[in-house]
């Protein structure tokens, strides 16, 4: 009887070996028919290459590929997350003024993510990409000077960086200038400028804009509101060619 139990959970054993195989060759022949040969390991070994002769876009990337929260983007390219070798990248980039690195860069450091958190340093890469005109990087400098956070508070700065970043189509900014005009904080209060901005804002699916509509609306009469969707209008087709 011994026997013949073990010789049974044997054969069983065998049989699911056997499944186990089929079903490894199984994915092995998906993946070589969706994935040319040598396509994952070319792609990363040209941007690594890019990299290292000093291509400030190809090291950014590479950064990314480190840093992504992405298992699918990194399985790709068969890299593993290296937040210590994002920085190292970003670095490089951003030391040529690649203002996205820079910016990046400045978030690690804010965060601490890769690198000893150190707000000066972070708040001084991501001026940088504001200097240069990148509008996230104007609306998080901004968002610094207008709450004073490890910086001097400066509304008027703010109110400017927001305002730059708002033109370049950042919603967030659009946002924030609609509440500054709402509230009244660095400008004169002003309903009409709060609606035009949380208008072109909410056009962009800004959820807070669109929030803040309906309540605009409520105590503003029709003569204003018809002003500020002229306004919103005329912006759009300033900006957006629309």
């Known amino acids: 009887m011994d026997f013949l139990i073990r010789t049974g959970l044997e054969s069983r054993c065998r049989q699911e070996k056997v499944v186990t195989c089929m079903r ?23 941007i690594r290459k890019k990299a290292g002769s000093g291509d400030a876009a190809a090291q950014f990337e590479m950064a990314q590929y ?21 920085v190292d990248w ?9 203002a996205k690195a820079q910016f990046n860069l400045g978030r690690l ?28 990087a104007q609306y998080a400098i901004g968002e610094r000077y207008l709450s004073g956070a490890n910086i001097q508070q400066d509304i008027e700065q703010a109110l400017d960086l927001f305002n730059k970043a708002a033109n370049q189509g950042l919603s967030e900014a659009q946002d924030q200038l609609g509440t ?16 035009k901005w949380f ?9 807070s804009a669109q929030g803040y509509l309906p309540l605009l609306e409520s105590i503003m009469d029709e003569t204003q509101i018809d ?6 209008a005329q912006w759009q087709a300033d900006h957006m060619g629309e």
């Open 227 to 232: 002003e500020a969707r002229a306004l919103a």
């Open 199 to 207: 208008s072109i804002a909410a056009q962009g699916d800004d959820k």
């Open 66 to 86: 480190y840093e992504s929260e992405a298992d699918e983007a990194r399985s790709q390219r068969r890299v593993l997350r290296d937040q210590k070798r994002a």
């Open 24 to 46: 490894f060759a199984l994915f092995a022949a998906i993946i070589i028919a969706f994935c040319p040969a040598g396509s994952w390991a070319d792609d990363t070994a040209d």
């Open 109 to 136: 450091y804010v965060l601490g993510k890769g690198v000893e958190r150190d707000d000066a340093h972070g708040i001084e890469w991501q001026t940088k990409a504001a200097e240069q005109g990148l509008a996230e």
């Open 180 to 195: 500054m005009y709402f509230q009244g904080v660095g400008v004169e209060k002003d309903l009409v400028q709060a609606h």
């Open 90 to 98: 970003y670095t490089k980039a951003a030391e040529q003024g690649f």
